[in-house]
Each structure stands twice: as C-alpha cells, then as structure tokens.
C-alpha cells in the first residue's frame, strides 16, 4: 500500500467514501507496518554434499552437509520427502493422517554416491548433492528436483527459498487450481495468492481466487502430479521444453517455484492420469459430493427486491417452461449470517412453497461481519474473542465500498473478520447457520472469503502482520491468507452437517485451497468479459478438476459487459454440460434472465436446460464416482490418452465422464467448428452419425446446439420420458465391446450408493445390454434404448 493506491481511491468513489477508504487503507498500512519488519541481510544456504542416511519405514533420512532430508514412499504408492524436519503434518491440505510408509521400500546406496528408494510403482533418487529424482519403475525419469536454496535472515525468522524442478521435453503443465488463462499453462510466472477474480488489472487469470501449487504434468513417459504442501505467499515460473531435432539434444521443461517463507516439503503421486487423481484425493480426501437437487439448472440473483422478487423470478422459470432446481440470493439480503431482514418475512413460507415444486433457496454469506453497535453477530463474535486481530493485540478492521455491483458485503462500512484457523471459531460460526436453515435456505453460497476489500485499490483488508491462530501454531496472514476460504467452507460444511445430519450440505465457496473438495464445491467468480469468457470458463473448471475439485462453475454470461443473445446462448450450451449449471441475473447490466434475450434464445436455452435434466442420472453417477475414484465430471480430451500429443494440445473441447465429448462454440458468428477425437468410434447424439477417430472432423455447429459425441459401446443412465431411469446404449464397434456405470440417485442424504456395472455388445446384428453382478451376466432390470445401430 503506498500513497499513489491512497490518492486512487479518492480518485474512483469520491469524496466522502474516498475518505473513509483512505483512512482505511491507512489503518491497513500501519498495520502491515508493525510486522513482519523487513528481512534486511540475508544468508544463502545450498544442502551440500551428502554426508549419511538413515533408513526408516518406507525410506529414511539423508543428511547433508547444510541440510537433512527425510524421503518416503506409502503404502498407496505416493512420495513425500521434506526438507530440515518438513513432516506431512500439520497440514490444511491432508485429509487426517498421511498414508503409512510402504514396508516393502526401503532406503539403499545408489551410484556416485547418492542414495535410493525402490518400490513397485516409482523408485525416487536422490544425488550426492541433493537432487530428487523420481522415475518409473523401468528408470525413466518422470521429475528432477534441482537441490534447493534458502535465503534466511541473518538476524533470524522465516528462511524464503526457491526450488528448480526439469520434466521432460515434450511435457504439458496443468493445474495451479482455477486459472483463466487456459487448461495448459503456457510459459509464465503465475502467482499463488488467492485475489478477488472481479475487478483486476483485466488480464485473463491474473486474479484467482482459488489457487493451489498443485502441478500436473503430462509426458510421454508418463503423468505425475507435483504438490508442494506450502500456503505462503509465492510464484511458480514454468517453462515448457524443447526437442531436439536429428542429433540436437532436448531442452527440458522447467518449473521454478519461490516461496516467501513456510516448509519445503512436496508430495508426488504417479501413474495414469485416473490413478493420479485417485492417489491425490486419497491423500487430500474425496470429495463429497453435492446434494442430488444441486446438478440440476440453478439461478443466482441479488438478494435486493423481497420475496416479492424471488416470486416474480420463479414465475418466469415456470411461465416459460424452463426447469430450476435451485435458486441463489445474493448479499443484498444479509452481510452475515443474521443480519438484515428487509422484504423476507415470508422467506420460510416461500421456501416451503418452493422445495414442494423441487427448488432450494441458497444463501450468500461472505466473511466479513459489519463492525457496528447492534449487529448481534458482532457482539457474539467479540464476546468469543472470535476476530482477527494484529500484533498489538487489536481487532483487525477492513472497509469494503460498493462498486456499482452487488457482490460480498456489499454495503459501505467497516468489517471484522473470523479467524477460521481457530476450532472454536469455526465451531461457533456453522453455528449460526441454524439461523439460514430456520429461514428455509438448504445451501450456502461463500462470496468474498479471498478475502478482499472492494476498494478501487483492491487491497487485502487482513494485513499480512495479522495474526492468526492457525489450529494451536499460531502464526500471521502470510501464512493464513490462502487457506482462509478453505477453513472457513470447513466452518460452514460442519455447522450444516451437525444441524441436519441426515442432509449432505451444499456449501459453494469462491475461494479455497487444496483440500477444497471435502466441503464442498467452488464457484469461479467473476470471468472476463466478452468470448473470451467462455474459454476462461472451461479452463477452469477443467483445471480445478485436475486438482481434485471436481464440483464447479461459473455463471452463466458472467456478471459484467455486454451480452449479447448469440453469446448468452452459448454460454447455456457450455454451461448445460459442466459440473455446476448457474445462470445469473445481471443487475444495472442489461438482461440477464434467459426469456430477456428474444423467443428463439429463449428456445434453444430451453432445450439446453432439457437436456441437462434428461442427463441428470448421468450427473449423479459422475458425482458419486468423484467421490469413490477422485475422477472428475469434466475432464481434457486427453484423460484417457495422455501419449497422444495432439489430445494435450487441445483446450476447446472435454470429455464429460468417459461417455460423452462435448465441443462447445468459442467463436462469435461460428456455425461449423472442428474437432478431434481420441481414439474410437464416436456418435454424433442428434443425428447418430460415426466418425471414426483419432483425428479431427468438422462438425455442424447452428446456434440451436453445440456438437456432443457419445463413445460407440457407451452406457449412459438418463431420465425417461416417463420420468424413471433409462438406459441409453450407443452401438459398439464390430468387434468391440463397451459398457458404462450407473449409480442410482442415493438423495440428499448419505444413503450408501452402489454401483451397477453394465456391458454392451454385438449379438446376431442387435445390440445387447447386461448388467454384471456377482461374477455373472443378468438382464439390466431398466429400459434400454439402443442408438447408433446400423450407422
């Protein structure tokens, strides 16, 4: 924060609020000013060379001249190595204890004078000099780790270092948690530091709001995924690699990772991309997956205008026949959990009304609890000792200005914050969500919790000196700034889950961190504006999958610019076919409501919202396995390819579980768009027409739908016309076999869910559909609708 951010802010709101946003950005300097006090001189420090080990369960210890290293290979096949004492534990991204150590590795001498671990999934090495290399069982060399340095304060505190890591020439990065700027990160720093995605620089992905420094990296010789287990601030500098052609020699890809402080430990896991997905969630734990009423089309909106204006939304839905299985008030009716009841007396009526028609209403709730006399939160909050405070022992205060949306806390005024890194705090904050459920909500929606201010300067209002409680270590806001949405969707997702435990929660939060997924699910924010947000959507979703989100999504058309009915239908198309279906109403932005953009818009968003329900079985099984494999909804066309290059290249297409590929319009104006498709036989879904791949085709693509191929041998449950399950089997190739999974809807409950295996083949010219149990064949026991035959 320094005088020119001080002097903007009078600048972009004015006089008055000017003042008051200088005086608090003020306040927030001299906070940050108190500490942490500047590094001044600083010490290098490299490991050295090695001088011993020690075996232990699953590895041991390596000692160095400067530096110790403890390495160890569990049970489920993943790595972990830490450096000067760096255990997996304490951790916000493990889900309890860390796998046990593999008794079957075992520490043993390698050559020049390194040491090694071999097991039967990956063998990790480390050099005389403090390099980790970790290979596949047949010696490839999957990941290097450089030896690192620290740089440590001669006068004393938290040592930043910097890690240089090689992956092969031909590998692809993705990951880093929801970036906008493409599935593939592409040559660049990124920073790992959760920010408001609303109003930035106006750069594609420069704002996350969830980030992780989770890397997965694809390569001929395999797939492995990186996580260094550190939530301070920091940047990750990638750079991809280069062949060389005839003798010319390759040039590896490289990841540069800088953190300002905290441990250097990581964990590796390896495989197939499936069976990485499946390591890592056991690691960070599976994700819990959203109530079944949560898959279907929702609708978010300000929580200005009353029940009246709930009422008027919902009649739209139904007068136009479009389905709407959930609706979002935004922060215009509360800024927390019991405040402001303007226009909703009848809310718990409404919302009887509405759950009898299959509708839930979802509450915004944001961090930030107005300071002020006669807010009872506030009061509980301070009798509880429950707010964030700064060295000198006073209670933190941040100062949020409305921006002309309605958005987190969206009224002026100052602004304590919860430290939900204390137990006690998060206890007593679900608590008051009884309050939510008395009012009919079934869900909750967490806005704002980076957390941010949404002053022009958009600075942190917790200064980095902040203190906070960090589960019993205690520490400040450069450690505690990352994980502060993920503890407090913790928060939310214990107080529903003890207040109705017969009900999994919904709780939808915008920002997080590893570990996200088991309390929930992630909303992107706010995306660019235009087309280009549409690419930045799916990038998205489709990066959080990868990192073990699978449960996301932004809002439909976005909350700001233009938008025009070519663009806002497809973004329903898009939309129909990721993990969160969302559309938005567009306050003081134009329209928004989908029978707002004209009668053939309205048509085709019908249809899209059709489908979606037709698919809502398929939805369901996708979830449930999410949460048994780790697997995501949306994945990359490469998932199941990972050596086709092509595949990895490709970023304007996905696969919805292993059935489906959806090709969605990118493109003003676009009519006709090209495709590639992994290997197989692939069914266009409207005409049944094959096409054969690996390869690219071009397809039809009218503003009335986007192409989505189904896979030749696919069993896909969806919902009949009568409204029951049915089963959708598309033709197998001759010679080939197929089959899909299925598992029933279980509720909203915690109802144990099984899954039913089914198989398709060619039998006599028919296409024939068995589900297997027990070992043997038996008829499916639902009505099968074959398509695809004779094509």
């Given at each position: 924060m320094d005088g020119r951010e001080l002097v903007r802010s009078m600048r972009v709101v004015g006089s008055i609020q000017g003042f008051r946003a200088a005086r608090s950005a003020w306040r927030q300097r001299r906070a940050d000013a108190g500490e942490p006090a500047r590094r001044g001189p600083e010490r290098a420090r490299v490991p050295g060379p090695v001088s011993g080990a020690e075996p232990l369960p699953g590895g041991g210890t390596v000692r160095f001249a400067r530096a110790r290293l403890r390495l160890c290979v569990t049970v489920n096949g993943a790595v972990f190595w830490g450096w000067d004492g760096a255990e997996p534990l304490p951790s916000y991204a493990l889900d309890g204890a860390p796998p046990e150590p593999d008794p079957r590795a075992c520490l043993e001498p390698d050559t020049d004078g390194g040491w090694r671990v071999v097991s039967e999934r990956v063998t990790v090495a480390v050099s005389r000099h403090g390099a980790v290399e970790v290979r596949t069982p047949g010696g490839v060399v999957l990941r290097r780790e450089l030896p690192p340095r620290w740089w440590e304060p001669v006068a004393g505190g938290r040592a930043r270092w910097v890690q240089r890591s090689q992956v092969p020439a031909d590998a692809r990065f993705f990951g880093l948690g929801g970036r906008a700027g493409g599935l593939r990160l592409r040559d660049g720093t990124y920073r790992l530091w959760n920010s408001d995605p609303g109003k930035g620089s106006g750069?594609?992905?420069?704002?996350?709001?969830?980030?992780?420094?989770?890397?997965v990296v694809v390569a001929d010789a395999g797939t492995h995924l990186a996580f260094h287990d550190n939530a301070w601030d920091g940047g990750l500098t990638l750079r991809e690699g280069e062949e060389g052609e005839g003798s010319g020699h390759d040039r590896p890809g490289t990841a540069e990772l800088r953190m300002d402080g905290g441990p250097l430990r990581c964990w590796v896991v390896v495989g197939t991309p499936a069976r990485v997905l499946h390591g890592w969630t056991a690691l960070t734990g599976a994700p819990t997956p959203p109530p079944s009423w949560a898959l279907g089309p929702q609708h978010a909106r300000s929580g200005s205008g009353g029940v009246r204006e709930v009422r008027r939304t919902v009649a739209g839905y139904r007068e136009h026949g479009l389905p709407l299985s959930g609706l979002h008030l935004g922060t215009g009716h509360q800024d927390a959990p019991t405040a402001g009841r303007d226009g909703f007396t009848d809310l718990p009526e409404l919302a009887g009304e509405l759950c009898t028609d299959g509708i839930r209403l979802v509450s915004a709730v944001g961090p930030a609890v107005r300071a002020e006399p006669g807010n009872a939160v506030y009061a509980e909050g301070q009798a509880a000792d429950a707010?964030?405070?700064?060295?000198?022992?006073?209670?933190?205060?941040?100062?949020?200005?409305?921006?002309?949306?309605?958005?987190?806390?969206?009224?002026?005024?100052?602004?304590?914050?919860?430290?939900?890194?204390?137990?006690?705090?998060?206890?007593?904050?679900?608590g008051l969500y009884e309050e939510r459920l008395a009012r009919g909500f079934a869900g909750v929606w967490h806005d704002a919790n980076e957390p941010v201010a949404f002053a022009p300067f958009g600075a942190s209002t917790l200064p980095r000196s902040a203190r906070h409680r960090l589960d019993g270590r205690g520490g400040d806001h450069r450690e505690a700034h990352n994980v502060y949405g993920l503890a407090m969707a913790r928060a939310g997702f214990e107080g529903l889950r003890q207040l109705r435990p017969e009900e999994r929660p919904f709780v939808?939060?915008?920002?997080?961190?590893?570990?996200?997924?088991?309390?929930?699910?992630?909303?992107?924010?706010?995306?660019?504006?235009?087309?280009?947000?549409?690419?930045?959507?799916?990038?998205?979703?489709?990066?959080?999958?990868?990192?073990?989100?699978?449960?996301?999504?932004?809002?439909?058309?976005?909350?700001?610019?233009?938008?025009?009915p070519e663009l806002y239908l497809r973004w329903c198309q898009l939309a129909s076919y990721l993990p969160l279906f969302r559309t938005h109403a567009r306050t003081g932005a134009g329209p928004g409501e989908p029978w707002e953009f004209g009668g053939d818009v309205l048509g085709h968003a019908r249809t899209a919202l059709v489908e979606r329900e037709r698919l809502?079985?398929?939805?369901?099984?996708?979830?449930?396995?999410?949460?048994?494999?780790?697997?995501?909804?949306?994945?990359?066309?490469?998932?199941?390819?990972?050596?086709?290059?092509?595949?990895?290249?490709?970023?304007?297409?996905?696969?919805?579980?292993?059935?489906?590929?959806?090709?969605?319009?990118?493109?003003?104006?676009?009519?006709?768009?090209?495709?590639?498709?992994?290997?197989?036989?692939?069914?266009?879904?409207?005409?049944?027409?094959?096409?054969?791949?690996?390869?690219?085709?071009?397809?039809?693509?009218?503003?009335?739908?986007?192409?989505?191929?189904?896979?030749?041998?696919?069993?896909?449950?969806?919902?009949?016309?009568?409204?029951?399950?049915?089963?959708?089997?598309?033709?197998?190739?001759?010679?080939?076999?197929?089959?899909?999974?299925?598992?029933?809807?279980?509720?909203?409950?915690?109802?144990?869910?099984?899954?039913?295996?089914?198989?398709?083949?060619?039998?006599?010219?028919?296409?024939?559909?068995?589900?297997?149990?027990?070992?043997?064949?038996?008829?499916?026991?639902?009505?099968?609708?074959?398509?695809?035959?004779?094509?």
């Open positions: 750069a594609i992905g420069d704002a996350p709001s969830l980030t992780m420094p989770v890397q707010f964030v405070r700064d060295v000198r022992g006073h209670e933190v205060r941040g100062r949020q200005t409305h921006r002309g949306r309605t958005r987190g806390a969206s009224r002026s005024g100052e602004y304590a914050y919860p430290d939900f890194t204390d137990p006690a705090v998060r206890a007593w904050w679900g939808l939060a915008r920002s997080g961190w590893a570990g996200s997924q088991r309390y929930g699910g992630a909303w992107s924010g706010g995306v660019p504006e235009g087309w280009p947000a549409l690419r930045a959507a799916l990038a998205l979703v489709l990066g959080l999958g990868l990192c073990g989100v699978p449960y996301s999504g932004p809002d439909v058309g976005g909350c700001d610019g233009a938008l025009s809502r079985p398929y939805l369901v099984t996708l979830a449930q396995l999410a949460r048994l494999t780790g697997a995501p909804y949306a994945r990359p066309l490469w998932w199941g390819a990972p050596e086709d290059r092509s595949l990895r290249d490709c970023e304007d297409s996905f696969l919805l579980g292993d059935a489906l590929l959806v090709a969605p319009v990118l493109e003003r104006g676009a009519e006709r768009r090209a495709v590639r498709l992994p290997r197989g036989r692939w069914y266009d879904t409207l005409t049944e027409t094959a096409y054969e791949g690996p390869g690219p085709v071009v397809l039809d693509a009218p503003l009335s739908r986007i192409p989505v191929l189904a896979r030749a041998g696919a069993v896909i449950p969806v919902r009949g016309e009568d409204g029951g399950l049915e089963l959708e089997a598309w033709a197998p190739a001759a010679g080939r076999t197929g089959g899909g999974l299925v598992v029933r809807d279980p509720g909203d409950g915690w109802e144990h869910a099984e899954v039913e295996r089914y198989t398709s083949r060619l039998a006599d010219g028919e296409v024939r559909v068995t589900r297997v149990t027990a070992g043997r064949s038996v008829e499916p026991g639902w009505p099968v609708r074959v398509r695809g035959a004779g094509r």
